[in-house]
Nanobody, 129 residues
Framework: QVQLVESGGGLVQAGGSLRLSCAAS????????MGWFRQAPGKEREFVAVISRSGGTTYHADSVKGRFTVSRDNAKNTVYLQMNSLKPEDTAVYSC??????????????????????WGQGTQVTVSS
């Protein structure tokens, strides 16, 4: 098993930036494709980004493309989500998740929260207008 802990959330003004971290323990993070999801009050969980086990492939949701960037440092067992040009509609609890599949899958697989076996507890991001 792998345990995931997010950090870096907080309150920021619109147009500002935050960098979220997802630290893993229990197993080496390089075994997993890592996704970021978010959930705002009263809304369904939404896919944000995914990064492959090596870090060589990334995919971002259209709603964050060009503003958010997912990256990873396997030596530090940590995945990051750099969030720039934040908007009030980005306000949500952000969670990282781990998927152990080793074969290439379509993006529809990685954008579904059901594909991930392990989840962190989430970190709150609030963007004020």
């Amino acid at each position: 098993q792998v345990q995931l802990v997010e950090s870096g959330g907080g309150l920021v003004q619109a147009g500002g930036s935050l960098r979220l971290s997802c630290a893993a323990s229990g197993r080496t993070l390089s075994r997993y494709n890592m996704g970021w999801f978010r959930q705002a009050p009263g809304k369904e969980r939404e896919f944000v980004a995914v990064i492959s086990r090596s870090g060589g492939t990334t995919y971002h949701a259209d709603s964050v493309k060009g503003r958010f960037t997912v990256s990873r440092d396997n030596a530090k067992n940590t995945v990051y989500l750099q969030m720039n040009s934040l908007k009030p509609e980005d306000t949500a609890v952000y969670s990282c998740a781990a998927d152990s599949s080793s074969q290439p899958r379509p993006i529809s697989y990685y954008s579904s929260h059901r594909s991930y076996e392990y989840w962190g507890q989430g970190t709150q991001v609030t963007v004020s207008s």
